[in-house]
């Protein structure tokens, strides 16, 4: 495969100036530091084709619902996240020509991400259309330190002229999302200032209130020695911005540092809000921008230490998965359990910015490896601070009693996707949510959550569950009519294997912590018992339902079956289509593709990797190899689960082949949709390859299990985790297994199914045979 | 029940002024003649509530699909009627003060549709604000002779005053759309005039060009002596009026008598269209309202000789029925084969306008019965017009070969639904359109349409039917997976047994008529043979997949099964449900419906009603018994094709029962949705419902079957219908069916299963015991 960006194992580079793939850049290249973020535009004017875009993490909007046929329970409103203010702007006019990328001869163009130490840099020679020729050179970042601040250095010299240039860093709030309706604009102002070298702007949404404040500030120098123009000052409505002129000789390099404070009335009082921003800004200046690099590189080292993945012998694979977690680290950070991860992270607008179960399903074993443990914690917060909307949107669709339906895309809790056979039937998603339950209690051997605040959310999911269950008297078992599962290619199908799995086991989870609880917090439980209304009743109830659940399966073929009649389906394999027709959701119709027997990703597979041991790998293995041949992998999300259980059924060829969909799914722009943002959340799928997949890492009864093999031709992999507060580096070759705990703290781990306790700060070394 | 509006045999009469029910009024008032129609607004200006619309057959505007997840295949362009110039309006100033019911005191207030000549009537006093009073009367119709021809007698007379009458006679083409997106507008104006006693306008639809002019011209008198008073002139952006002064004594009486032409480029050259529009107008004021009006009457009275269903005993019957007969013929005349009936006729805007399955399940059997055959024949060419455009959007959908898959709803031939799981699914359409083929020639014995067009449009569905079946290696039988039946209370269902009979169905009848040709014109169906590249092998391919086609059913309740699966649902009747819940679909969420046993409209039923000669009595029975107590009739085509089969199997309190859900749904706005039009295509099955129904009519092999009955308290009922060239008046009691042959055409009749031939002009009189 041709690679349109430089292999490099730290560096994301673009080499020469491609307005086509601009877009593509735009999001590759974003910016982020969990609070706020910015894809990788221009400073300068560009009349080129650019999705603009600066998102402020938590700033959402309730847009009105688009919708061809209004049916019952679908939501009025539905969220996206804003465009705002846009911080980055320096317009440049040489000798009263702009600079502009599309209008110039562009020349040694380069866009480097520098991941180690989270910056983007950007070089260039233009030559402009009356022959004046300027080099600029651009270094910018958000600080992963300051979560308010963005700073960039932009520097430039005329290479064959003299003349005069005109600098004007402005900030502007006339910005628009292209995903508006109407090509309606979301922002009020409610005030601006500009005096010389500091300028604001405060906006508020149009609804909800939300206030958001800019405020730059800058320097220049001249060939290194600071200079202070006289400054023009301009404004108009949303918009602020200085001007300056300075005359330069051939070669003279002028540099403009600008300095900017993005905040927001999420975290400051309304009032306050202009005095504080406009203080981060100057602070920023007055540390400098040195100063605030060195910071953000060693907050980046610091993430690197606890999260980095080294491949030797393939620097494809190393720069895919570095980017990977390099974005992830940029999107969200763990400090406020308000937000959470959009599909596209800070990198577009695509899916509203909004909340899915991949929260849950990919990211939340990421975090939990690579975080410390409160950063998966405030992820389960989220979702319990949003209850009691669960509660009301299963009210809506006819559910009682406490019950909860948490919305398939949201971002205060609200439901925001309106198409029936996701909104109402995708109620797999419920079940992901009592898995992270499961999944951080079970990773990080944390069992406070439960009474705190998880078991509100177990009980409301199973109480759910115990109504949306039919009794089929015909098969004298519970069914689950009326469902989508995972694989979105079905819709309103019966008997989802995996969503009738996860219910069942969502009820079984509860009844367990109702145990444990009842053992070791009986206060707290009673509490909670009178709170809920919870009736013993309920458990017999539920132990009902788990001991009669109807479970599709092909006993012939020994398989799960992915719903009731999916053998009635003509059984073609994704081998045998026709090349033309793939990807089928480019190709075929909506009814085509349902009547088909192809899958988006095989649900029943990810039944299977989330309650592995329940199964033999025999079993594992049947499964695999009837759903795997008929999974198109049309989800970005499909193929990291199908590597970790080739791995697991010791198919490595496969393992190494899906791993690849996945892990350069953005840089190689593979699904063509990169330019609405990158796939932030299938990253840490990725993420789960390595390191469940090649790693073969799990935790079962407290105890960290590795069952490592390495692609043919890697040379290492290792990788960090933390758990329970030791942080291990894993490294693995064809010949090896080298496991350093850099921390005082002793692990027990089962490797190659050999117990290994491991002292502080020891070398385990395992020779493989 | 109370009944809004007064009882009464052939008229339906408002008494007082009820703003709130003026948009309910102004559908049920609406007059039409095939080629336009108008809601019954009122033509002073009126500030109240009202739903403009003025509506020109087969004039359409291609509005953008509104969507809230896009899938391929989804239609870009949806068609909508739209509401054109308004042509009733005369503006009455009153010594300055505008004549608006809104803003009077409103007495004596009368509105009265004449079904038996035609014509809608208004009269009322009205106390302005400055407390003069005034009666007026109006009198207006379109005529069903003259079809672009509109005529209003507007009576004003002071009762309490002497004072300035200002009149403004005006055409508007500044109307919306209420349906339109952005609250966009359609028509472009091209050219207007205005002269004393002259006006026209024409405008353009701003997509597709078409092009309507309407001319108005009037004449005025007072105590009537004709007046011609001077005119002031008005025009502006598509408008045009004359302005009128007329000093008035009290109890003087001015009338003026408003004449206008509506014509489109659909039926005439665009260069002259003005011309001939004028024209006509100016013929009409020639030839003058008596003479427009007694046109009218006897016009109706021939509709009625043809079309009537008579009562007696029963006067809310009466009057609904001949409501429902009234309004199909204001709809369609069957002159033009380019045109369809939309579910709201000319009442309203909703559904667009667009075509419908409706047609042919529910409409073609009343315009067999009721007009000409030509009628029926032009419904048979409107689909075969259309071939090309389903054959395309077939091909839109992956199939080859020809298949064709008539669109869900359109205007041209195009799609214009987009929820999938309709637009793509619900395909049972398609044999419908077949079937109405089967229809004509089996009630008329013309079989010349077979070989002229019919054959053509037969294949291309039979070729649709067998690539959309799947081969189940599971069943080892063919099965059609992913289908939304009539019932649309059920969606992606596999074997629906609606839709496998129908598919089947289709492909045999298709097999027959190949037959037919051989035998009779086999050079044209050689001709045809190779036009539509038509193999053999395709014959074997049908009959292989007639022969081993599913069927679900259920062996022990002797039932066939609406769809696979269905006895997974819990079994509750609609007897049981909580009254709160009903309806349903305004009660409910989409999945919950879905997931329910609760049906719309059973489309088992309607399978057995369509292919009844193929099940015993007892069969019917068993299947009537098990579904119609789960169908909560939630579409307004579900009870007629019930009554029918309650009929059949001899339940003729249900049968009763289902005929009073429809007969009157708009009159007494059952559904509380008749604002938005009236059910136009529904009032057909409740024609149906009475004469299917309660008359038992059927043909079959060329004979007339009827197996009447009457409801209990009433009289006795009789209707009017056409077969083969007789002209019956089929009349029963309790006690005796009368039939007497109105024509000299013998006919061949099977009563009560006994054979009596009936000579022309002949009375058949049969005791019942």
Redesign the interface.
Same mark, same amino acid.
Request: charged share 30%; net charge negative; no cysteine.
């Given at each position: 495969m041709k690679h349109y960006y430089k292999l490099d194992e730290w560096n994301i580079i673009e080499n020469g100036f491609n307005a086509d793939k601009n877009e593509i850049s735009e999001s590759i290249f974003s910016l982020g530091n969990g609070n706020m973020g910015q894809r990788a535009n221009f400073e300068e004017d560009y009349s080129g084709k650019s999705l603009m875009g600066n998102y402020i993490a938590g700033v959402y909007y309730p847009d009105k619902?688009?919708?061809?046929?209004w049916?019952?329970?679908y939501p009025e409103y539905f969220a996206k996240v804003l465009n705002s203010t846009n911080w980055i702007g320096i317009s440049i006019k040489i000798d009263g020509l702009p600079l502009d990328l599309a209008k110039c001869n562009v020349q040694e163009f380069e866009r480097v991400l520098n991941m180690k130490e989270g910056y983007l840099q950007r070089n260039f020679k233009a030559v402009l259309m009356n022959g004046n020729e300027v080099e600029v050179q651009t270094k910018r970042f958000i600080s992963m330190v300051r979560g308010e601040i963005g700073v960039i250095k932009y520097s430039i010299k005329p290479l064959n002229f003299k003349g005069k240039l005109e600098i004007s860093p402005y900030l502007d709030g006339n910005v628009m999302n292209s995903d508006s309706n109407?090509d309606e604009t979301f922002w009020d102002e409610i005030s601006k200032g500009v005096k010389p070298y500091d300028a604001y702007v405060m906006l508020k949404t149009k609804k909800l209130d939300f206030h958001i404040c800019t405020n730059m500030t800058f320097e220049l120098t001249k060939n290194g020695e600071i200079i202070k123009p006289l400054v023009t000052l301009n404004q108009s409505e949303k918009y602020v911005a200085n001007s300056i002129s300075v005359n330069c000789d051939k070669n003279d390099e002028i540099v403009i540092y600008k300095y900017v404070a993005n905040t927001s009335s999420r975290y400051y009082e309304i009032s306050e809000l202009i005095k504080i921003t406009r203080e981060l800004a100057l602070k920023a200046k007055k540390d400098g921008f040195e100063m605030l690099l060195k910071e953000q590189s060693e907050a980046w080292h610091e993430k690197w230490k606890e999260s980095d993945i080294v491949i030797e012998g393939d620097v494809s694979a190393q720069q895919g998965i570095r980017f990977n977690i390099f974005q992830l680290n940029q999107t969200y950070t763990g400090d406020d359990s308000r937000l959470n991860i959009g599909p596209k992270g800070f990198t577009g607008e695509k899916y509203g910015g909004g909340t899915y179960w991949d929260t849950e399903a990919y990211c939340i074993p990421f975090y939990l490896s690579t975080s410390k443990k409160r950063v998966s914690k405030n992820l389960l917060l989220y979702r319990y601070n949003q209850l009691d909307k669960a509660i009301e949107n299963a009210e809506?669709?006819?559910f009682t009693n406490g019950a909860a339906l948490y919305p398939m895309v949201t971002m205060n809790g609200e439901e925001c996707h309106?198409?029936?056979?996701i909104t109402?039937?995708e109620i797999h998603r419920n079940g992901a949510i009592a898995y992270a339950i499961y999944n951080y209690v079970n990773y990080t051997g944390d069992k406070s959550c439960l009474g705190e605040f998880s078991f509100e959310v177990l009980i409301a999911i199973s109480r759910f569950w115990a109504q949306r269950i039919?009794?089929?008297?015909?098969?004298n078992k519970y069914?689950i009519?009326?469902v989508t599962g995972p694989n979105e290619y079905e819709? &309103?199908? +019966?008997n989802n294997w995996y969503t009738n799995k996860i219910a069942c086991w969502t009820m079984q989870y509860t009844i367990k912590v109702i145990d444990y609880l009842s053992k070791t917090e009986s206060k707290r439980l009673s509490e909670l018992v009178v709170k809920l209304n919870f009736k013993d009743s309920e458990i017999t109830n539920w132990k009902k339902i788990i001991k009669n659940m109807y479970y599709p399966q092909n006993k012939d073929l020994g398989i799960f079956l992915q719903q009731?009649?999916y053998?009635?389906?003509?059984?073609i394999l994704v081998k045998d289509l026709d090349k033309k027709d793939i990807p089928i &959701?480019? +190709?075929?119709?909506?009814?085509?593709i349902?009547?088909s027997c192809f899958i988006k990703q095989a649900d029943v597979l990810q039944g299977i990797y989330l309650f592995e041991n329940e199964y033999d790998v025999a079993t594992i293995k049947r499964n695999f190899d009837f759903y795997e041949p008929r999974t198109v992998h049309e989800s970005s999300l499909s193929p990291c689960i199908h590597t970790i259980l080739a791995a697991k059924i010791g198919n490595h060829a496969k393992a190494y082949d899906m791993y690849l969909r996945a892990s350069r799914l953005d840089l190689d722009n593979y699904n063509n949709d990169t330019k609405d943002g990158c796939h932030t959340t299938s990253m840490a799928g990725t993420w789960m390859a390595v390191v469940h997949g090649f790693g073969g890492l799990r935790v079962i009864d407290n105890k960290l299990i590795l069952n490592p093999f390495i692609p043919e031709h890697w040379c290492s992999c290792s990788f960090k985790i933390m758990f329970r507060d030791a942080l291990l580096n894993i490294k693995f070759t064809k010949n090896i297994i080298q496991i350093q705990n850099e921390n005082y703290v002793p692990v027990n781990l089962l490797v190659y199914g050999k117990d290994y306790p491991l002292n502080g700060n020891d070398l385990l070394e395992i020779k493989i045979q």
């Open positions: 619902t688009r919708v061809g046929w049916k019952n329970g109407y809506k669709l006819g309106n198409e029936w056979e109402f039937e039919t009794f089929s008297a015909s098969k069914v009519l009326g819709n &309103n199908v +019966n009731d009649d053998m009635d389906k003509e059984q &959701n480019q +190709n075929w119709s909506w009814d085509r349902l009547r």
